[in-house]
């Protein structure tokens, strides 16, 4: 929204919820001029998912693809990858490919800005990062068995 707000221009590249998920917050970026993809076939495992894990994992690998692409393209001056590390959690993806991407990204796209998002810290991955943040879940309803609240959490 920053980066928006400065007359950047901005992707919103989502890796793991699919289109058919509702997001308030993909409505929210686009109000605000951000571009914004879905890429994923939904959640892996959880909220009814049947899908072969083989099936996330090909959206994963064309994702990481496109992504790439676009960063070399140098058509944006962010690019948010939402999710991206929880693809190398669930194994749809795996470190190796992130650090590639990064490294692709320092090779080729050197001005621009790179997000990722996941939850799990990879070393390999923190090595050839600049900047890492952490944000804990301290507690949350969905861990007691309440399902999310729309609009809050997501």
Known sequence: MRAAGDGKRVLFF????????????????????????V????????????KPKAEHQAAARAALGKAKRLLIA??????????????????????????????????KAKNLHLVLTGHTKYSAILKVCDVVSEMQMVKHPFYQGFLAVKGIDY
């Open 39 to 50: 890429h994923g076939k939904g959640f892996v495992g959880i909220w009814g998912d049947k």
């Open 74 to 107: 140098k058509k944006f001056d962010v690019i948010i990858l939402d999710e991206l590390i929880s693809c190398v959690e669930e194994g749809l993806l795996s470190v190796k490919d992130v650090v590639a991407l990064i490294q692709a990204k320092r090779d």
């Open 14 to 37: 989502q890796f793991f919820k699919s289109p058919e998920w509702p997001s308030g917050e993909r409505e929210s970026l686009r109000k605000l001029g951000i571009q914004v993809e």
